[in-house]
């Protein structure tokens, strides 16, 4: 038995760190939001609001500041955190749908993973008993994995974040449940990601990386729980990392010359602003040799894997409708703007 | 086989998941995201909690109570899995106070059916589902020729752990390790290794009973 070393973490007992950074959270963001401690859920602070859809989303923590920090005005109306990548219960899900229905519907977005989708399925079919109207989205925008009958089928990653602001804006604006949805929908078909790796994680309760990745290598095609990628390459040059990319997003998104698309650089949680910035000056560039435009664009570490040192890019091929919502203002401790 | 079973058998896979729990993490940070033991663990003392304080409940009725537990407090694919598995299971007895051999089969065979249909796996998927089926499959033939319940629960034990390791040179087609491709080749499964640990704890529950 190897001697356990304390992990380099503020902790105070490893079991609590999810439900003690729920309670920071809404110590620092009690202007928008509210802390569910009993039900282990973040709520909108003027939730339910009477004839708006609500929006809920969830999934395991150490992803942050996904979901918690995109609960506010314009996006999720709740967001139902599990423990360290493990996908949360029904029972926060149904709790989270109950707090935040205002009697028009509520959209579940669910992240492409078996335990995600069990569980909401599970809640959404509670909810349903209870007579509330639940339409359930799936988020599946990871390139990285083939989309066949011999996977668990593509992750939700990068483009979870857009379709949360996205649709939060459209159901702010009035929009119907199946609309909401629908919104969801279209964001999910029109983005694709892919994520590179150049360090692992470090999960609180276990106190030890996932995985150990060599000096000088770099992962390619990981997910969001520090997971090792698809394969293991030499880490080359930015602009090497960034060809390889683009390249996997832009051959699998097919879109057209000249389309216009929101490119967003999203950090994993251990590189810095200095090197995000970096790639999207890489992204960008490339992208517009690649023939699509870069009209909005969305760079900082927000749908993260605890310290992971990495990058993602999601490319969402905009139309006017989206390039609108996108626009809208948004009120949430990780996002705001136009407010 | 009566009320005490399943509680002894839900005792005895808290024991054996929280003495294995590291091994389980170790499994799953290969291949997955390394809190299966973590979940397992969290899960079986609450069932093992809930189920202390409802003594006088018939043993389908503690399976029932048992899975709905799992579900509220595991999260991940394990515990809608386990949850509905045994919920299904505890169905099958209703509220009779003791279940024989046949019943048991019984059990297992709707815990592995609702398994099978949540998770969409089959066997060599390299899931639970590799050490589930083999095991009922053992369990309903030695049974249905005639053998003690204790060989019977002997023979199924031994076919999960070797449907457990049959999953080593397996390529992932289900759940979190499906992502790796061939890199998920050459581990042993998680999801079957806390199976066969499951099916080894009833053997001891039924013997301790017996």
Not at chain 1, 145 to 158: E, I, K, N, P
Not at chain 2, 50 to 62: I, N, T, V, W
């Amino acid at each position: 038995m190897a001697i356990q070393t304390k992990p380099r973490k503020f902790l105070n007992d490893p079991a609590d760190v999810v439900k003690e950074s729920l309670a920071g959270l809404a110590a620092a963001h009690g202007d928008l939001l509210r802390y569910d401690r009993a039900a282990q859920i973040i709520v909108c602070k003027d939730a339910p609001r009477a004839g708006k859809v609500a929006l809920v989303s969830g999934g395991g923590s150490g992803h942050e500041p996904l979901h918690g920090g995109f609960v506010g005005r314009g996006m999720l109306d709740a967001a139902c955190p599990g423990e360290v990548f493990t996908s949360p219960v029904p029972d926060q899900m149904l709790a989270a749908t109950k707090a935040v229905d205002g009697g028009a519907g509520v959209v579940h977005i669910v992240k492409n993973y078996t335990g995600d989708v069990l569980n909401f399925k599970m809640a959404a079919e509670d909810a349903a008993d209870d007579g509330i109207r639940v339409a359930s989205v799936v988020i599946d925008d990871d390139v990285a994995v083939q989309d066949s009958l011999y996977t668990a089928g593509r992750r939700g990653v990068g483009a979870t974040v857009l379709a949360e602001k996205i649709a939060g804006a459209a159901a702010e604006k009035g929009a119907s449940l199946d609309k909401v949805a629908d919104t969801v929908k279209r964001v999910n078909e029109r983005a694709r990601s892919f994520g590179v790796a150049l360090s692992s994680c470090v999960p609180p309760a276990s106190g030890k990386p996932i995985f150990e990745l060599p000096e000088g290598e770099i992962e390619l095609g990981i997910g969001i729980h520090g997971e090792p990628g698809r394969r293991r390459a030499a880490l080359g040059s930015a602009s090497e990392v960034v060809d390889v990319m683009v390249e996997a997003v832009i051959s699998d998104l097919k879109a057209r010359a000249g389309s216009q698309v929101l490119a967003f650089v999203n950090g994993m949680g251990g590189t810095p602003q200095l090197e995000l910035y970096l790639l999207y000056g890489e992204v960008d560039r490339k992208l517009r040799a690649a023939g699509v435009v870069p009209v909005r664009n969305l760079v900082g570490s927000y749908i993260t894997s605890l310290e992971m040192a990495g990058a993602s890019l999601t490319v969402l091929q905009l139309d006017d409708e989206l390039t609108e919502l996108w626009d809208a203002p948004v009120h949430t401790p990780a996002l705001r703007w136009g407010v | 086989m009566d009320a005490t079973t399943v509680t002894t058998w839900m005792r005895e896979i808290e024991t054996s998941v929280t003495q294995e729990r590291d091994r389980l993490v170790q499994l799953d940070a290969a291949i997955g995201d390394g809190d299966h033991g973590t979940n397992m663990t969290r899960g079986f003392a609450a069932v093992v909690q809930a189920l202390s304080q409802d003594q006088e409940a018939p043993p389908g009725r503690l399976l029932i109570l048992a899975g709905r537990t799992l579900v509220s407090s595991v999260g991940g694919a394990s515990g809608p899995l386990w949850g509905s598995a045994l919920r299904s299971g505890g169905r099958v007895l209703g509220d009779q106070a003791t279940f024989d051999g046949p019943q048991l089969v019984e059990v297992l065979a709707a815990a592995l059916a609702s398994v099978k249909d949540l998770g969409a796996a089959s066997v060599g998927d390299k899931t639970m589902v590799d050490a589930l089926e083999p095991a009922v499959a053992a369990l309903g033939r030695t049974v249905g020729e005639g053998a003690s319940l204790a060989d019977a629960l002997e023979a199924a034990a031994a076919a999960a752990e070797a449907g457990m390791r049959s999953t080593i040179p397996l390529q992932a087609r289900k759940g979190r390790a499906s992502y790796l491709g061939e890199r998920s080749i050459g581990h042993q499964d998680p999801g079957a290794t806390s199976t066969a640990l499951m099916i080894r704890a009833l053997q001891r529950a039924a013997a301790a009973s017996s």
